[in-house]
């Protein structure tokens, strides 16, 4: 269970918060000021810290500096009876996880602290299952601090030991090929060929031949044998992306390898027999697909043993930031651009956007802003117009028009992304603090200040 650190002046609050919390089994460490708190983080090793805002000597604010710099990633959560919205503003600028206003019932304090440990319980499994993932697979990382997307690095992790088919679907863009490799790179087949096919980019007549190779003599213009990709791919790994644009004809004979493990390339008499581990991909939908006769049913079932669905982007928006710093350290390095970062209205931007393209579409728009930079951060300028909402397109200005300062840009990035959120929920504000990525209570505070109803 979770380690708690207490810290808190009020003799009685501080003892009343133990009882809560032993009582369902946290593990507690008591300090009664800052500087307190300090000497016990080395021995307590704290998973949160509940800290009161208004001590003598050292306050809670004053401390939260130290608390982030010396436990990275334990969430520091804020009490105090003097709270204002100003004041929860400041505190989570500075790092904190959430702010708790006194007085508050136990259940509130438990619910804080169950989602607090939760998020960080998410993102430390997904620090390491993507560490993982990268290290054996030697692609790009893999991005997860959403739960859907740990989810499916989870499925990754257990699909990859077995020889069982996987169907990987999902919007285009969203990174089934690199799930694939991460299968493979994972897989007893890591030393082994892993061949990867668009099922929709070679035209129907070369599919079969590609595929399944061709005997000499077998068309005009075959004049001499050819192996085809899967007894290229024999021991290692066969990833046919796009798996339901494959003509029935052509579906009816990967059946046949799926069943029998054998190919039989096209002019020959003779099947030879391969090892091959299938991993199929599609955007499409393959039980309307076999609704309408386009595709087959014996064939689906034999491709969907396991199946994992990659979330879109717009699904996952905790990973914009991660996949931002990612790729901008890959095009800054391919490009030679001294880009460092980027402003925190323009990352505000990325975030609000829908993605149609997905992952793909994010990363042509980051290379394209890197081309354009001009400075070491990338700013709303170097995004395209179609990313920029027309209603934060300008953030609001004085009269003059020459107000340049952050904190109106900020407030009106913020602005703009609350008030997509809650449209996008129609208006579930709990929806929508999981959608900014942000707690309940900290979008319950950015409402009241920025008086959005």
């Known amino acids: 269970m979770a380690r708690v650190l207490i810290v808190d002046d009020d003799d009685s609050l501080r003892e009343s918060l133990a009882l809560v919390l032993g009582a369902e089994g946290f593990e507690l460490a008591l ?7 300090l000497a016990r983080l080395d021995d307590a090793h704290p998973d949160i810290v509940l800290c009161d805002l208004r001590m003598p000597g050292r306050d809670g604010l004053a401390l ?31 790092g904190a996880y959430d702010y708790l206003a006194k007085p508050f019932q136990p259940a509130e304090v438990l619910l804080v602290i169950r989602k607090a440990y939760e998020r960080e319980r998410l993102r430390r499994k997904s620090e390491l299952l993507a560490r993982d993932v990268e290290r054996s697979a030697g692609e ?8 859907a997307m740990i989810e499916v690095l989870e499925l990754v992790e257990r699909a990859a030991e077995y020889k069982a088919t996987v169907l990987l679907t999902g919007e285009s863009g969203t990174g089934k090929e690199v799930l694939a490799r991460a299968i493979h790179a994972q897989s007893p087949r890591r030393g082994e060929s892993f061949v990867a096919v668009n099922c929709g980019a070679i035209p129907e007549a070369l599919l079969e031949s590609e595929l399944f190779g061709h005997a000499k003599g077998a068309f005009t213009g075959a004049d001499r044998a050819r192996r085809g990709l899967f007894t290229e791919a024999d021991g290692g790994t066969m990833f ?13 004979k990967l059946l046949r390898v799926l069943q029998e493990e054998e190919v039989r390339p096209l002019g020959d008499s003779k099947s030879h027999r391969v090892d091959v581990r299938v991993l199929a991909a599609t955007s499409r939908d393959l039980e309307a697909e076999i ?21 879109p982007l717009r699904e996952r928006r905790q990973d914009i930031p991660l996949l931002v710093d990612h790729f901008l350290a890959a095009f800054r390095d391919a490009i030679g651009k001294p880009v460092r970062g980027i402003a925190d209205d323009a990352l505000a931007r990325l975030v609000a956007y829908r993605w149609p393209g997905n992952v793909r579409e994010l990363e042509n728009v980051l290379e ?45 990035a913020e602005t703009a992304m609350i008030r997509r959120a809650l449209r996008e929920t ?19 505070y950015k409402l009241k200040e920025y008086e959005i109803q």
């Open 64 to 94: 939260l500096p130290e608390l982030v710099r010396r436990r990275p990633g334990a969430p520091v959560i804020l009490m105090s009876a003097y709270g204002t919205t100003e004041l929860a503003l400041e505190a989570m600028r500075r």
């Open 140 to 147: 790009r990382p893999i991005v997860a601090a959403s739960p």
């Open 368 to 412: 394209r802003a890197v081309i354009l930079a001009s400075g070491d951060r990338l700013g709303i300028a170097e995004l395209p117009s179609n990313v920029v909402p027309d209603e934060a397109s300008e953030p609001a200005a004085a009269a003059d028009g020459r107000d340049l300062s952050l904190r109106t840009a900020r407030r009106a």
């Open 426 to 444: 129609g208006g579930n504000r709990t929806h929508a603090a999981r959608l900014l990525g942000i707690s309940h209570r900290a979008l319950l």
């Open 240 to 252: 046919l992306d796009e798996v339901g644009e494959l003509p029935l004809a052509l579906q009816v």
């Open 291 to 311: 609704a309408a006769g386009r595709f087959r049913e014996d064939l689906f079932y034999r491709l969907n043993v396991l199946r994992v669905r990659v979330p």
């Open 31 to 37: 300090a009664a000021n800052g500087d307190e708190a």
